[in-house]
């Protein structure tokens, strides 16, 4: 989901040597989960300047590392949507099956990784055949998936369990639950571990237990960290990606009475592209919260009001802002990096529900 | 005309039967430390939401806050918890007069006592154990069910 680093800095050096101010534009991309859009939001003035019609529930985001393709999930149809970055129009899309959810690619573009949600499988897509290559069954139901950007050795997925009932409800819905291979499912199996993918065999090589539903993930760019939101824990889990094992267990600091007595979740995680933070949040405390991951244990650095339920995070490439979607409010706050203070909110059109966000540095035309 | 109102949730499960809303069985509530009092006057525009928030004791001794609106609508004045079955997100009252989760996007009636409509709560909203008292609507108490989720 994130533009590999050294890609980036090649960017922004090509365009700092030919002195080409409109060498590349920087920006931001917005599933609009509640409706059938993505919103184009220009970094440079952090204003919305486009609307692309995708389809229903657009969730999933992914780019290529050279900003040239963006891939999108669109959950209520089941594609998966190839967008040109450059002009931002759609130029193809495939049919993947329902429940499309969070996506990521390989930093050669080649494979895009895609979890159905209700199927306990993850789809390995390749772009070039424009084909399903192979598929990995997990436990639970298919949401998350990240590389490490600097090593795309491996994908992370973290599969949530949702309620048995739920389970048993949609099964009722759909016919039956699927397994991978499209077969009937005879039984559901929660998951609590976050699966490694190596992107060689496309076959899990290894799993870290979390104690919980694992919700969404985010890897340090050299692969040797990764932070974890699960689900029944108002904090963050910080899993060392050599041993394989959680090494630290992260609690939100609760400061009202509010927030002691309200219930929340954590939800949205994501590391600055300097590499010294890691950002989440409470959701239904309005709540983002930054750490210092320089040092182990993490340490409090900031906590950031939104005003609304935040959900997803992303950062513009230079770190110098961080994006916060407000599904709740319809909106994206735009929080400084540096002061960790909010600085604008971009309004959205009303039910619109932004959630998955992704900053993309694509090549002008 | 205040005095008259029909209420929603357990107190009024005739009347929900009667217009073909969620008729399922009365649940069993825990008690607010105060009970929420809404004076009528608060809900005198149709659809126009009054948010407040009730305090009660978990099994587990801890204090938990729960979310609400009290609203009139067409029919009748009616009180919603605000948590969304779901994952517990805070459901808002939309312009189309309909409880949307801004999370996941269940849709829930409140034409029909918060009966679910889409999306993956699968469920009704959980109710509360409200009554009319005089010019004001009361609030004691919040189904019981809701507090595995909060533990």
Known sequence: MRLAPAIAACWLLALGAAGAARAATTKLYIAATGGTQVYVVDVATNSL??????????????????????WIATEGDGKLHKIDAVRDVETASFDLGPYQQEIEITNDGRLLYTGRFMDGCYDVFDTAKESVVARIPVDGNPHNVVKAANDDRYMYLSPMSIDPDTVAKSAI????????????????????????????????????????????????????????????????LVIDLQARKVIERVKFPLVTDDEKTTFSRAHGIWVTPDQKEVWTASVNHGVVYAYDRTVEPVRLVARIPVGAAPYWISFSPDDRMGYISLSEGDAIAVIDVASHKLVKTIPLPKGSGPKTTQVVVAPTP | MERRALIGGAAASLAAAATGADASPSPRFLPFQTPVVIAFPQLEAVWAPAPFRARFTKSNGEDSVVPGIAVRTPRRIEAFCTYCPHELCVIKLTDDHQLRCPCHFSLFDPLRDGAWIAGPAMRRTYRFDHRVKGPDLVITGIEADLERRLL
Do not use: M, Q
């Open chain 1, 49 to 70: 300047v486009k609307t692309l019609e995708v389809g229903k529930s657009p969730h999933g985001i992914a780019a290529t590392t050279d900003g040239r393709w963006l």
């Open chain 1, 173 to 236: 819905k759909r016919g039956t639950l699927r397994d991978c291979a499209g077969k009937p499912k005879t039984a559901y199996l929660p998951n609590d571990k976050v699966y490694i993918a190596d992107t060689r065999t496309n076959t899990v090589v290894g799993t870290i237990p979390v104690g919980g539903s694992p919700r969404p993930i985010a890897a340090s760019d050299d692969g040797r960290r990764l932070y974890a939101d699960i689900d029944g824990w108002l904090g963050f």
